[in-house]
């Protein structure tokens, strides 16, 4: 198991999705979020929060920060 959860944190280095009400970010393979962010999903247009509640797989980053940058200004 440990070999495959490696495996999944080459192919994206973060999890953006939802915890409690708020935005949140896993780092793999962790199974708890490494940060909770003062965004609350349901303030979010509802594709937005479809896409968190499935979780957004993000490779870098430069994208993190993006996202991050729309959801929570």
Not at 35 to 42: A, E
């Amino acid at each position: 198991m440990r070999r495959f959860c490696v495996y999944l944190t080459l192919l994206w280095a973060f999890l953006l999705g939802s915890r409690d009400g708020f935005l949140a970010l896993w780092i793999p393979p962790e199974k708890e979020p490494a940060y909770l962010f003062p965004c609350r999903v349901n303030t979010l247009p509802p594709a937005d929060q479809k896409l968190l509640e499935e979780g957004i797989r993000v490779e870098s980053k430069e994208e993190l920060m993006a996202l991050l940058e729309d959801y929570v200004s």
